[in-house]
């Protein structure tokens, strides 16, 4: 592993995250909780009337790598379908796994390379993805 796990990319996400408030009356929410380091997300999301994103909100206990990914996922989640968020969070999962050797289709996440071999990591980056899709999912019912 050449690059250092919390280099300057990682924690300027992490200082960095939108829409770090809980919505007031969300169309639903999903909390994910990471066991190994206890790293917690939680998302609240409000659909448009196609079934996209519309608003987020969220509260986010994490260590740097899953603030970073909230940070990441926020920022582009507005205006995505559920689709495409779990999607996202299948390649996320994957791509962290090694069942596949690019990062996700989802802009920025190339800067977690370097926890790819640090497995007791992946579980709090994936947080927030799951969180999202799980809330998106939710509310399309």
């Known amino acids: 592993m050449d690059a250092p796990l919390y280099n300057n990319e990682i924690l300027r996400l992490a200082a960095s995250?939108?829409?770090h408030e809980r919505l007031i009356e969300?169309?639903?929410s999903s909390e994910k909780r990471s066991p190994i380091c206890g790293s917690r997300v939680t998302v609240?999301?409000?659909?448009?009337?196609q079934g996209d994103v519309a608003e987020l909100g969220m509260l986010v206990r994490a260590c740097?790598?899953?603030?970073?990914?909230?940070?990441l996922m926020a920022r582009h989640a507005i205006g995505k379908s559920v689709g495409e968020l779990v999607e996202a969070r299948d390649a996320l999962t994957a791509w962290l796994a090694g069942e596949r050797d690019d990062p996700p289709d989802w802009p920025g996440l190339d800067v977690f390379v370097p926890?790819?071999?640090?497995?007791?990591r992946h579980p709090s980056i994936r947080l927030a993805f799951e969180a999202v899709a799980d809330a998106a999912a939710e509310a399309r019912g």
Not at 115 to 120: I, K, Q, R
């Open 64 to 71: 740097a790598l899953g603030q970073a990914s909230a940070a």
């Open 17 to 19: 995250i939108p829409y």
């Open 115 to 120: 926890a790819l071999a640090v497995t007791a």
């Open 44 to 49: 609240d999301v409000n659909l448009d009337a």
């Open 26 to 28: 969300p169309m639903a």
